[in-house]
C-alpha cells in the first residue's frame, strides 16, 4: 500500500498533468463569449514623411549638354534652354527606341553614351598622370619588348 506521502504526491502529478492532456486548442467562435480586453495594433498619430531618394531631377547644365547632343544627332530642333521639358522628353524617348532602348525611363545610361554624354574620368585620382595615348601597333614592336613571347605561328622569337 502506498504511504500518505506517496499517494499525496501522485494527486499532485495527476492534477499538474491532466489539464494540459485534455486542453484544446479552440478558437473563439459565436457560441463562445469574447473576453473585454483586446488586443490591437494601434497606429500612432505621427505622421512621417516619406524619405525621398535618388536624383529627382536633372541639373540644368546636364540637360543643356543633352539638348545639344539631341540637336546634332537631329532627333531635336529647338534650342537647347537647359529645361527638361516635353520637347525634349520627346526627343529623348525617339532617340532611344529608334536604337532598340527603354523609353519609359530617362535618360538611358546606354544612349547618354552613344550621345557621347558619358562618365568622365579625367578627375579621377589616377587619371592625372595616365597616358591615354593609343597603344603601340604590334609590328613597330621594339624586338626588346617581344623577346620571349610566342608568335602567332606558334614559334617564339
Do not use: C
Request: charged content about 15%; glycine content about 6%; hydrophobic content about 35%.
Amino acid at each position: 500500500m502506498l504511504s500518505p506521502h506517496g499517494s499525496l504526491a501522485i494527486l499532485i502529478s495527476a492534477a499538474l498533468l491532466a489539464p494540459p492532456a485534455f486542453a484544446t486548442n479552440v478558437r473563439s467562435s459565436s457560441t463562445h463569449a469574447k473576453s473585454g480586453t483586446t488586443h490591437k495594433l494601434t497606429s500612432t498619430s505621427r505622421h512621417h514623411s516619406r524619405r525621398v531618394r535618388g536624383q529627382q531631377a536633372i541639373d540644368p547644365d546636364r540637360v543643356t549638354q543633352i539638348q545639344q547632343a539631341l540637336i546634332r544627332e537631329h532627333y531635336l530642333n529647338s534650342d537647347a534652354n537647359g529645361e527638361w521639358d516635353a520637347t525634349t522628353v520627346a526627343a529623348m524617348q525617339k532617340y532611344q527606341a529608334d536604337h532598340g532602348w527603354q523609353t519609359k525611363l530617362m535618360p538611358d545610361a546606354r544612349a547618354l553614351k552613344n550621345l557621347g554624354l558619358g562618365p568622365d574620368y579625367s578627375d579621377a585620382i589616377n587619371a592625372k598622370d595616365a597616358n591615354f595615348a593609343a597603344p603601340v601597333a604590334s609590328g613597330t614592336a621594339p624586338a626588346t619588348q617581344i623577346d620571349g613571347f610566342t608568335t602567332a605561328s606558334g614559334v617564339k622569337q
